[in-house]
């Protein structure tokens, strides 16, 4: 596989890394370390393997049951070839399935690469080919734009499905049978490299962003451990997919370092998500803002739904507005925790406490963090400027094979720079503004606007496109399409619908532009740029 880039020829040079720290006794982690023992093992050898680790609808299995599993799979895959440090793509919704492949590719050192279920074969191709995979274990509901992806992508060879297979898949299962029931973790450094999660930036681009065995630990020690005080009689409930941070410390990483239980469901509708609540006597949920609205929708909401398991909910994502979280505390009567977290970072790093929350404004640094804000040139902003966010922890952005946007994104002394715009109050409360660029956030996801341009720029009848944020009561923002046609092309519905079933089939469904409008020209700059402020704040106009 002379093609596929080594773990360190795609790690950021040492001197463009994030200066880490730990300064929480718990994060004092040893050299050696393994996310799977301390999450698994801890956990089915330390008194709890009775314990329900996973409940996903009527199925439960406890940590001594998934630990089994999880030890054949770790053989399995050794089996087929897969060993310590090799990248596997993994393809699946919510099911226990991903937690347990994801726990034996750590337990045996490979290197997971998780992918949203939504991607489309482009993306995917992107994102396996950026990362080195070379295999991928798929859902079998899933497999069709995997596999049209692997064409384009020639050291992605082993397909492993999981879920409904064919006679001639290599099946999950499969490579379980007959394996043994013990399997010692590799004996992983804690800053080697257990996972690289992919996200889009401003200019479409993929990114893949590095995690250490230790930066999945501390996201628990640190936020989870001092903003959510779990006990192994939580159980964690929400919607945001495994594949994504937030998912992967909310259901998987958080619940399991302190021997709780996660409550897996399938997708989000304002009712079923409810319903999992009430049925399965979810404690500690997460969930976007949009979703949180979503439910406040659903009529007679806090009757028709027995909450009253519930002890906290987690925001991220997006913003959360004053309005959403004074609507919800005042029917359940259940504070949300706002929070600010990215990819680059693995999760949460800013965020409200519970008990002293102030609605509309994020929070305060997670314990272990320091964060400041700044002007460009990294000057501390009084009390009361915007300015830029600027973070120091136990996580750090490690960018895979992006040497630019790793320097622009560690900057000022090791500090971490997302783009986000806050303002901090006298008391040290740090409350959102804005975003630098033009990634436009809608119910929760982020979604890189030239990137939707670009699609919308391969149709036949689209001269030139621009695409921006526009207000939305529901979803916060959404994504509007200002589009420009070629001669002999006439602006009509049909085509609108046109444009967005061809984003639909080219990118993830919820990028797609759900407004389109058609111009004659696009507002440009005297140098040529297209002036989206202009844009912006023609989309925000009634009307």
């Known amino acids: 596989m002379s093609d596929v880039v080594s773990i360190a020829d795609g790690l950021p040079a040492p001197g463009l890394r994030p200066e880490q720290v730990f300064t929480l006794p718990e994060l004092q982690y040893p050299a050696r370390l393994n996310v799977a023992r301390e999450l698994l093992d801890a956990n089915a050898d330390g008194g709890r393997a009775g314990r329900p680790a996973i409940v996903a609808g009527e199925r439960t299995i406890t940590y001594a049951e998934l630990q089994k599993q999880v030890n054949r799979l770790a053989h399995g895959l050794r089996a087929q070839g897969l060993d310590r440090g090799d990248r596997v793509l993994l393809r699946m919704p919510n099911v226990p399935e991903f937690i347990l492949t994801w726990l034996a590719c750590q337990k045996v050192g490979i290197v997971t690469v998780s992918t949203m ?13 950026d990362a080195g995979t070379t295999a991928a274990v798929v859902w079998g509901g899933l497999r069709e734009e995997l596999e049209r992806a692997q064409s384009q992508v020639p050291h992605l060879t082993k397909l492993i499905v999981a879920g409904e297979a064919t006679g001639s898949d290599i099946a999950l299962g499969s490579l379980m049978d007959g394996q043994p029931e013990r399997f010692d973790a590799a004996d992983t450094a804690r800053d080697e490299v257990a996972m690289i999660a992919y996200t889009s930036g401003s200019t479409g681009v993929p990114k893949g962003c590095v995690h250490y065995h230790s930066d999945i630990l501390s996201s628990a020690d640190s936020y989870a451990r001092h903003l959510l005080r779990p006990t192994e009689a939580d ?12 998912g992967t410390g909310g259901l998987l990483v958080f619940p399991f370092r302190f021997g709780a239980s996660t409550v897996l469901s399938g997708p989000f509708t304002p009712e079923s998500m409810l319903e999992t609540f009430a049925r399965q006597r979810v404690t500690i949920c997460f969930c976007a803002p949009t979703s949180y609205r979503l439910m406040l929708r659903v009529p007679n909401m806090s009757q028709r739904f027995d909450l009253s398991s519930l002890r906290l909910g987690v925001s991220a994502a997006e913003p959360l507005p004053a309005a959403t979280y004074l609507e919800w505390i005042g029917t359940t009567g259940i504070e949300l925790l ?5 990819t680059e970072m693995f999760h949460i790093f800013v965020s409200s406490v519970a008990g002293r929350v102030r609605p509309g404004a994020t929070g305060l640094p997670v314990p272990g963090y320091e964060c400041r804000v700044v002007d460009d040139d990294g000057r501390d902003m009084p009390a009361g400027q915007s300015g830029l966010i600027a973070i120091k922890g136990p996580t750090g952005c490690k960018y895979w094979r992006k040497p630019d946007r790793q320097a622009e994104y560690v900057r000022f002394g090791g500090f971490n720079v997302t783009g986000d715009v806050y303002v901090r109050d006298a008391d040290g409360s740090l409350t959102y503004q804005c975003r630098s660029d033009d990634m436009i956030v809608s119910g929760g996801y982020k979604i890189p606007g030239p990137e939707v341009e670009h699609v919308l720029d391969e149709h036949a009848a689209v001269a030139e496109s621009a695409v921006v944020a526009a207000p939305d009561a529901t979803r916060g923002f959404i994504v509007k399409a200002f589009v420009v046609l070629k001669p002999g092309r006439n602006p009509s519905d049909a085509l609108a619908t046109e444009l967005q079933e061809h984003c639909k089939r080219e990118l993830a469904p919820y990028k797609y532009p759900r407004v389109v409008e058609f111009a004659e020209r696009l507002p ?4 040529g740029k297209i002036r989206r402020f202009e844009l912006r704040s023609r989309s925000a106009r009634p009307g």
């Open 338 to 342: 706002d929070g600010i977290g990215s």
């Open 117 to 129: 279920p939504m991607l489309r074969a482009r993306e995917l191709a992107a994102i396996a080919g």
């Open 524 to 527: 440009r700059t005297e140098t």
């Open 235 to 246: 159980r964690f409930g929400g919607h945001p997919t495994l594949a994504f941070t937030f």
